[in-house]
């Protein structure tokens, strides 16, 4: 499952009547045996996918074939990052896509920084802080990288949610960490 949201439109799309714009969302349900259903902006849409190569498809609904390119833009460096160009017969349509892990991780980033203008950042798996990439009582701006975790032997960047100051670094370089330990707490700029 895939979910995630239009980013930017060259124009209004519509694929067989449904229609989507920048901030639409998008969910993606593999079926198996190539049949997908596809939520756009709530409307569900099923097709019929073949795979032609590690970026490319063909896909059929109601008949009609569609030629699909992907582009990935995402960030190597940022693990929450979901950009990917969409080609669809010719047209490109930006979308922010995530794997369901990435956007439970997502979720868990932003839900953090809630309350009272904390932004409490997390891991929502267990790994080792390989490097901090700030300092207590430093400003920082929201998407700004603030702390590097290896989990499953990947490099994870954590980026700050919120503009603010770091309050408090409750982990160092070195240090095993558990699943949703608070790593870092950013308090909100008040300026």
Known sequence: KFIGAV????????????????????EVTDKGQGRYLVNIGGELVDVDAVMLSNDEMSMIHNGH??????????????????????????EVVRVD?????????????????????????????????????????????????LIVVEAMKMENVFKSPIDGIVDELCVAAGDTIDANAVMVVVKADDE
Do not use: C, W
Request: proline residues 3%.
């Open 7 to 26: 980013t930017e439109t060259t124009a209004l799309k519509k694929v067989e009547g449904t229609s989507f714009s920048a901030d639409t969302a998008i």
């Open 65 to 90: 074939v569609y030629d699909v390119a992907f582009e990935d833009e995402r960030d190597p460096n940022e693990i929450l990052d979901g950009a990917v160009a969409v080609r669809m017969n010719a």
């Open 97 to 145: 896509l995530l794997d369901e892990r990435r956007h439970r991780m997502r979720s868990l980033v932003k839900a953090s920084g809630a309350d009272a203008g904390l932004a409490k950042v997390s891991s929502p798996m267990p790994g080792r802080v390989m490097r901090l990439e700030v300092d207590k009582g430093q400003g920082v701006s929201a998407g700004d990288a």
